[in-house]
């Protein structure tokens, strides 16, 4: 809730993006409900066989392309249809055809043309287009990495890696994608700088080298871009494209701020990185049609690491344009890292969670924005916020009947009173509007200061935000004895204090709103799998927007500081792409194995990284492996590598049809029993484990290989932390390789002994270690 409603934003929706989006399941489906009658047109993604489509095309000899002669087919079927009905037959329309990561193509159908799909040699399924939503000065250091040393070293800095950025688009002008250092662009690129709106071919250059927008599927499906606040180009009119990119990829620059707070040198962590933008993400949404297209380019393009900040709700991966797309890009290895998503902190509620993407969750780093709030009784509160300014004097606090009608108590339009806010410091609740929007009601209305009070759910996590008035965040118990406070008192007061930016903080911790696994849709594989930086996160903005996105706010920013999945992911892709410049030939399965079981989960003060959702120890469902530690991944020892077909094996064993098997494969391709692939038989660098608690001694025996990558003699010993009332067994205990490249195998067997009736997950893990290298997995045991 407090994402979605959230002001920065609507920035954080947007921001978080994509994956905010995740109550998405609810949105599309309120897309769907509001779309027209079913007389009218709608956009499909249309699935096809590969190999019959290249027959076609063959047969075809150059006269046109496959897809223009599926089209004739469908014209013709549902004209045939039309004249028997004597019904007038409307053409089909072409948004894109897909030839690099799938193959298909999305088009606006008629009824009768898209049932008529059904008759076509070839199609496979189809599915409606549906919206999805979106979803750094100090997280260098944060992470480890250090100028001039390890993967910042200048010999891996300086080989060529792509990132492509699936996002609102980027601000070509902003300092971060200055490319005048740069040696010129590598000859196997073959993407372009596409001219639109306010964005001409020569706003590309060395650094940001290739520039795409798409808005056909957005415009299908009744998204409206309004040319005086949106540009039909790559130009980013949301700021999320610029963040995030610069977060990935953006160059170095010292001296960046938002109004003095969080000072310091901004930089992307693979600043020598080449960023290609791709635009599929306008003022409402991204079209999944447009998003396949973006990812079907740039994986055509020649990016080498893709970057989404942007999904929906948890889906069936044969469901799910994401999960299909970025199979494809895998398969030509392409590393994928994905937001997964702002839904948190309910169970279940991880997006992106195909097993061959990066999924990364949010945590907070050591740095925060404090505020203090005194009461009028002596009594003080730490609270967060991104306003500079000097402290309030000790105000008279309202708040809802006592600041105006029905849902004062939410600041939202309409609902305050300027008599009774006048010169006031308003307490508004957190949800329905945006953060910064609640401020900007109560300083339309003539109040002083704001203080925005969390609800139980949203606990104490504390966002900042550029209020445009003195205001502050407050956790949820403090929320909770200010409420009581003001009801108990004849005049209740308080004043807020600023205190800037302050580093040391315990961290990381685990953001409330960051999803979380179990992963609904195949229990059987951990998600997220890493956790990075999501939590008040300071990267490029475009200088023509406003750090709150509020048409009332004048202020212009460089830099801006923002919270979500949507920080956390690109971080992950700009660490891929360091990775990839000191192991180029490395699958993406490997590098992801790298950031895995090389993660961390104790904080800066030897203790458990928290999820402060409940001030317990996060978990595997929190945060996967644990906290990403770059300089460490890249000399992870031993890695669990995948390849496309193992993950094609995995699917069987989700009994998904012949049809759906083969949208993954690009080819005709039929599951046989002796190729089914258990979750248990996958190379996954985690074990979840699925136990009966109905059994006494249920059993479930996983399988794993693991390469050496590390020193070529090293003999690894496993240690185990056994999950409670679970007996964990490795065979062999001792891997002793000789060689670099060598691969060995172990199995695990875990026999359950819980009681009748356990529930829920027990937590474990299981490390391998050789002289400097340990090599972790995390265990969750769901008791069924
Ligand atoms: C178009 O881009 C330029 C930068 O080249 C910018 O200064 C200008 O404000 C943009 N136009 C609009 C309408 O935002
Ligand atoms: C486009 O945006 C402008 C500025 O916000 C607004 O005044 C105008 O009404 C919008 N146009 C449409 C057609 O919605
Ligand atoms: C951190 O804690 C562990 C276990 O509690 C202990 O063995 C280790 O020595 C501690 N490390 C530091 C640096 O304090
Ligand atoms: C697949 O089908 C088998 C046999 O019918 C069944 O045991 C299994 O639970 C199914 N798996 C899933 C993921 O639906």
Same mark, same amino acid.
């Given at each position: 809730?407090?994402?979605?409603?959230?002001?920065?934003?609507?920035?954080?929706?947007?921001?978080?993006?994509?994956?905010?989006?995740?109550?998405?399941?609810?949105?599309?489906?309120?897309?769907?409900?509001?779309?027209? #009658?079913?007389?009218?047109?709608?956009?499909?993604?249309?699935?096809?066989?590969?190999?019959?489509?290249?027959?076609?095309?063959?047969?075809?000899? &150059?006269?046109?392309?496959?897809?223009?002669?599926?089209? !004739?087919?469908?014209?013709?079927?549902?004209?045939?249809?039309?004249?028997?009905?004597?019904?007038?037959?409307?053409? #089909?329309?072409?948004?894109?055809?897909?030839?690099?990561?799938?193959? *298909?193509?999305?088009?606006?159908?008629?009824?009768?043309?898209?049932?008529?799909?059904?008759?076509?040699?070839?199609?496979?399924?189809?599915?409606?287009?549906?919206?999805?939503?979106?979803?750094?000065?100090?997280?260098?250091?944060?992470? *480890?990495?250090?100028?001039?040393?390890?993967?910042?070293?200048?010999?891996?800095?300086?080989? !060529?890696?792509?990132?492509?950025?699936?996002?609102?688009?980027?601000?070509?002008?902003?300092?971060?994608?200055?490319?005048?250092?740069?040696?010129?662009?590598?000859?196997?690129? @073959?993407?372009?700088?596409?001219?639109?709106?306010?964005?001409?071919?020569? $706003?590309?250059? =060395?650094?940001?080298?290739? +520039?795409?927008?798409?808005?056909?599927?957005?415009?299908?499906?009744?998204?409206?871009?309004?040319?005086?606040?949106?540009?039909?180009?790559?130009?980013?009119?949301?700021?999320?494209?610029?963040?995030?990119?610069?977060?990935?990829? *953006? $160059?170095?620059?010292? &001296?960046?701020?938002?109004?003095?707070?969080? %000072?310091?040198?901004?930089?992307?962590?693979?600043?020598?990185? /080449?960023?290609?933008?791709?635009?599929?993400?306008?003022?409402?949404?991204?079209?999944?049609?447009?998003?396949?297209?973006?990812?079907?380019?740039?994986?055509?393009?020649?990016?080498?690491?893709?970057?989404?900040?942007?999904?929906?709700?948890?889906?069936?991966?044969?469901?799910?344009?994401?999960?299909?797309?970025?199979?494809?890009?895998?398969?030509?290895?392409?590393?994928?890292?994905?937001?997964?998503? $702002?839904?948190? #902190?309910?169970?279940?509620?991880?997006?992106?969670?195909?097993?061959?993407?990066?999924?990364?969750?949010?945590?907070?780093?050591?740095?925060?924005?404090?505020?203090?709030?005194?009461?009028?009784?002596?009594?003080?509160?730490?609270?967060?916020?991104?306003?500079?300014?000097?402290?309030?004097?000790?105000?008279?606090?309202?708040?809802?009947?006592?600041? &105006?009608?029905?849902?004062?108590?939410?600041?939202?339009?309409?609902?305050?009173? =300027? %008599?009774?806010?006048?010169? %006031?410091?308003?307490?508004?609740?957190?949800?329905?509007?945006?953060?910064?929007?609640?401020?900007?009601?109560?300083?339309?209305?003539?109040?002083?200061?704001?203080?925005?009070?969390?609800?139980?759910? !949203?606990?104490?996590?504390?966002?900042?935000?550029?209020?445009?008035?003195?205001?502050?965040?407050?956790?949820?118990?403090?929320?909770?004895?200010?409420?009581?406070?003001?009801?108990?008192? %004849?005049?209740?007061?308080?004043?807020?204090?600023?205190?800037?930016?302050?580093?040391? !903080?315990?961290?990381?911790?685990?953001?409330?709103?960051?999803?979380?696994?179990?992963?609904?849709?195949?229990?059987?594989?951990?998600?997220?799998?890493?956790? +990075?930086?999501?939590?008040?996160?300071?990267?490029?903005?475009?200088?023509?927007?406003?750090?709150?996105?509020?048409?009332?706010?004048?202020?212009?920013?460089?830099?801006?500081?923002?919270?979500?999945?949507?920080?956390?992911?690109?971080?992950?892709?700009?660490?891929? +792409?360091?990775?990839?410049?000191?192991?180029?030939?490395?699958?993406?399965?490997?590098?992801?194995?790298?950031?895995?079981?090389?993660?961390?989960?104790?904080?800066?003060?030897?203790?458990?990284?928290?999820?402060?959702?409940?001030?317990?120890? +996060?978990?595997?469902?929190?945060?996967?492996?644990?906290?990403?530690?770059?300089?460490?991944?890249?000399?992870?020892?031993?890695?669990?590598?995948?390849?496309?077909?193992?993950?094609?094996?995995?699917?069987?064993?989700?009994?998904?049809?012949?049809?759906?098997?083969?949208?993954?494969?690009?080819?005709?391709? =039929?599951?046989?029993?002796?190729?089914?692939?258990?979750?248990?038989?996958?190379?996954?660098?985690?074990?979840?484990?699925?136990?009966?608690?109905?059994? #006494?001694?249920?059993?479930?025996?996983?399988?794993?290989?693991?390469?050496?990558?590390?020193?070529? /003699?090293?003999?690894?010993?496993?240690?185990? =932390?056994?999950?409670?009332?679970?007996?964990?067994?490795?065979?062999?205990?001792?891997?002793?390789?000789?060689?670099?490249?060598? @691969?060995?195998?172990?199995?695990?067997?875990?026999?359950?002994?819980?009681?009748?009736?356990?529930?829920?997950?027990?937590?474990?893990?299981?490390?391998?270690?050789?002289?400097?290298?340990?090599?972790?997995?995390?265990?969750?045991?769901?008791?069924?």
């Amino acid at each position: 809730m407090i994402l979605h409603s959230t002001p920065l934003v609507k920035m954080i929706s947007h921001v978080f993006l994509l994956c905010l989006m995740a109550s998405i399941s609810s949105m599309a489906s309120t897309i769907q409900s509001s779309s027209p #009658p079913s007389e009218e047109s709608k956009t499909y993604i249309v699935h096809m066989d590969e190999t019959k489509m290249a027959t076609l095309q063959s047969s075809l000899a &150059g006269s046109k392309k496959w897809h223009e002669a599926v089209f !004739d087919s469908i014209l013709e079927l549902s004209a045939q249809e039309a004249r028997e009905e004597e019904g007038e037959a409307s053409s #089909p329309q072409l948004l894109y055809a897909y030839n690099t990561v799938l193959s *298909g193509f999305s088009a606006k159908l008629s009824p009768k043309q898209a049932s008529s799909l059904e008759k076509i040699d070839g199609f496979l399924y189809s599915f409606p287009d549906v919206l999805l939503n979106l979803h750094t000065t100090h997280t260098p250091q944060f992470l *480890g990495l250090k100028p001039g040393a390890g993967l910042w070293s200048q010999s891996s800095m300086a080989s !060529d890696v792509i990132i492509g950025v699936i996002d609102s688009g980027i601000w070509p002008e902003h300092e971060s994608f200055q490319g005048n250092h740069f040696s010129p662009i590598p000859k196997n690129w @073959k993407g372009k700088c596409e001219a639109g709106t306010n964005f001409s071919s020569n $706003n590309c250059n =060395r650094k940001l080298i290739g +520039a795409t927008a798409f808005w056909k599927g957005y415009e299908a499906s009744g998204g409206f871009i309004n040319e005086t606040t949106e540009f039909k180009s790559v130009r980013d009119s949301e700021g999320h494209g610029t963040h995030t990119a610069s977060t990935a990829a *953006g $160059n170095l620059i010292s &001296g960046a701020s938002l109004f003095g707070n969080a %000072k310091g040198s901004m930089t992307g962590m693979r600043y020598t990185a /080449r960023v290609a933008a791709y635009k599929a993400c306008w003022s409402t949404g991204c079209a999944n049609s447009d998003v396949l297209a973006a990812v079907d380019r740039a994986v055509a393009d020649g990016v080498n690491v893709l970057s989404l900040s942007l999904g929906g709700g948890p889906q069936d991966y044969y469901a799910d344009s994401i999960a299909i797309a970025t199979f494809g890009a895998i398969q030509k290895g392409v590393f994928v890292s994905c937001s997964g998503g $702002n839904s948190g #902190p309910s169970a279940f509620t991880v997006s992106n969670a195909a097993p061959w993407i990066t999924t990364v969750a949010a945590s907070y780093i050591d740095r925060s924005f404090p505020t203090l709030v005194t009461l009028g009784d002596g009594r003080t509160f730490k609270g967060a916020s991104l306003y500079v300014g000097k402290p309030t004097k000790q105000l008279p606090l309202v708040y809802g009947s006592n600041a &105006g009608g029905e849902d004062a108590e939410y600041c939202q339009s309409g609902t305050l009173t =300027r %008599k009774l806010v006048q010169g %006031k410091m308003v307490l508004c609740d957190r949800g329905f509007n945006g953060r910064a929007e609640k401020g900007e009601n109560v300083k339309f209305n003539g109040g002083l200061a704001m203080l925005l009070l969390n609800s139980e759910d !949203d606990g104490e996590e504390l966002l900042a935000d550029t209020h445009v008035l003195p205001g502050s965040s407050l956790g949820a118990t403090a929320s909770a004895a200010i409420k009581k406070y003001i009801s108990s008192s %004849k005049n209740p007061t308080a004043m807020i204090k600023f205190l800037g930016t302050v580093y040391g !903080d315990p961290a990381p911790i685990s953001a409330a709103f960051s999803s979380r696994g179990p992963n609904i849709m195949s229990e059987d594989i951990i998600k997220p799998d890493v956790t +990075a930086p999501g939590m008040n996160i300071l990267a490029a903005w475009p200088p023509s927007l406003s750090p709150t996105l509020l048409a009332s706010d004048k202020r212009h920013v460089s830099f801006n500081i923002i919270s979500g999945t949507s920080m956390s992911c690109p971080h992950v892709s700009g660490l891929a +792409a360091l990775l990839k410049s000191v192991h180029f030939n490395w699958s993406p399965a490997a590098i992801k194995s790298a950031l895995m079981t090389t993660a961390y989960t104790v904080n800066n003060r030897n203790s458990s990284i928290i999820d402060i959702s409940s001030g317990s120890p +996060a978990t595997p469902f929190d945060f996967g492996s644990g906290h990403v530690d770059p300089e460490r991944a890249s000399n992870p020892g031993l890695v669990y590598d995948i390849t496309p077909n193992n993950y094609l094996e995995y699917l069987c064993s989700l009994n998904y049809t012949s049809k759906q098997m083969s949208a993954f494969a690009r080819r005709t391709y =039929r599951c046989s029993k002796r190729s089914v692939r258990p979750a248990a038989q996958l190379n996954y660098p985690s074990f979840s484990v699925l136990l009966s608690s109905d059994k #006494p001694n249920s059993v479930s025996t996983h399988t794993r290989i693991v390469t050496n990558v590390g020193a070529a /003699r090293c003999k690894y010993t496993v240690q185990v =932390r056994q999950p409670n009332k679970v007996t964990v067994n490795v065979v062999p205990k001792v891997l002793d390789f000789s060689k670099i490249g060598q @691969k060995l195998s172990y199995k695990v067997t875990f026999v359950g002994n819980g009681r009748k009736g356990q529930s829920g997950y027990s937590f474990g893990h299981l490390i391998w270690t050789c002289n400097e290298f340990t090599v972790r997995s995390p265990i969750a045991v769901a008791w069924q």
